[in-house]
């Protein structure tokens, strides 16, 4: 397995040296860098070339959330998956990382052994959360104007499974009801999220309902 680069941006040093000995102490983890506040850690990451950032979501100055923006925007670090990570729980937070790009939301208090699990499975292009819960916090926060305009370069069969993406369903179940192969499902779904700009499952999802696709599934408020 290649080794998880990983940048910690968390503006208490105990925090971060915590975190620091936990990840190093694994074979396939490596702290390649740490950050204090929201700029350092965007610089942090284009200087260590890093694959996952832990971030904290309140810093002095550019906070947790703008500092996310700016890695998920940005072309040149298109592989950097960030992992919110932070002492406010709210579900308003959540939505808003996920707004930001962020792949994953986890509480300070998380189990040592779930972190580890959490980084490796997001370094894998996998999403902490899932698209059913995804789906009910876009629903319950967005309140933005749809733009279509992005649905434009995905075919309709790219559309069609994006829109059962959101519903939360798996390859698996999408694959039986399509009456087409997992394997066919996932190629679909790889090039929804190119197209798309999604960097996980997750990230899918919230396209989905930005763009307006996800509202006309039977079943879901428009």
Same mark, same amino acid.
């Given at each position: 397995?290649?080794?998880?680069?990983?940048?910690?941006?968390?503006?208490?040093?105990?925090?971060?040296?915590?975190?620091?000995?936990?990840?190093?102490?694994?074979?396939?983890?490596?702290?390649?860098?740490?950050?204090?506040?929201?700029?350092?850690?965007?610089?942090?990451?284009?200087?260590?070339?890093?694959?996952?950032?832990?971030?904290?979501?309140?810093?002095?100055?550019?906070?947790?959330?703008?500092?996310?923006?700016? *890695?998920?925007?940005?072309?040149?670090?298109?592989?950097?998956?960030? *992992?919110?990570?932070?002492?406010?729980? *709210?579900?308003?937070?959540?939505?808003?990382?996920?707004?930001?790009?962020?792949?994953?939301?986890?509480?300070?208090?998380?189990?040592?052994?779930?972190?580890?699990?959490?980084?490796?499975?997001?370094?894998?292009?996998?999403?902490?959360?899932?698209?059913?819960?995804?789906?009910?916090?876009?629903?319950?926060?967005?309140?933005?104007?749809?733009?279509?305009?992005?649905?434009?370069?995905?075919?309709?069969?790219?559309?069609?499974?994006?829109?059962?993406?959101?519903?939360?369903?798996?390859?698996?179940?999408?694959?039986?009801?399509?009456? *087409?192969?997992?394997?066919?499902?996932?190629?679909?779904?790889?090039?929804?999220?190119?197209?798309?700009?999604?960097?996980?499952?997750?990230?899918?999802?919230?396209?989905?309902?930005?763009?307006?696709?996800?509202?006309?599934?039977?079943?879901?408020?428009?």
């Amino acid at each position: 397995m290649d080794l998880v680069r990983i940048v910690l941006a968390d503006d208490q040093a105990l925090i971060r040296a915590g975190f620091r000995a936990l990840i190093n102490s694994t074979d396939d983890l490596e702290v390649v860098g740490e950050a204090s506040n929201g700029a350092e850690a965007v610089d942090m990451v284009r200087r260590r070339r890093a694959d996952v950032v832990l971030m904290d979501i309140r810093m002095p100055g550019s906070d947790g959330l703008a500092a996310t923006r700016q *890695i998920t925007e940005d072309d040149d670090l298109a592989g950097v998956k960030v *992992i919110i990570l932070t002492t406010f729980e *709210i579900d308003r937070y959540v939505y808003e990382a996920l707004r930001a790009g962020a792949s994953g939301f986890l509480g300070k208090g998380v189990e040592p052994e779930e972190l580890i699990d959490a980084i490796r499975l997001v370094a894998a292009g996998e999403a902490l959360l899932s698209p059913t819960a995804t789906g009910n916090l876009v629903r319950r926060f967005h309140t933005g104007p749809t733009d279509r305009r992005r649905l434009d370069d995905l075919t309709e069969r790219e559309r069609e499974i994006t829109t059962l993406v959101a519903t939360g369903l798996t390859n698996n179940e999408i694959a039986k009801r399509l009456f *087409i192969s997992p394997f066919t499902v996932k190629t679909h779904v790889n090039r929804a999220m190119v197209k798309l700009g999604a960097r996980d499952r997750a990230q899918l999802v919230v396209a989905a309902f930005h763009t307006g696709l996800a509202h006309i599934v039977p079943g879901h408020d428009p």
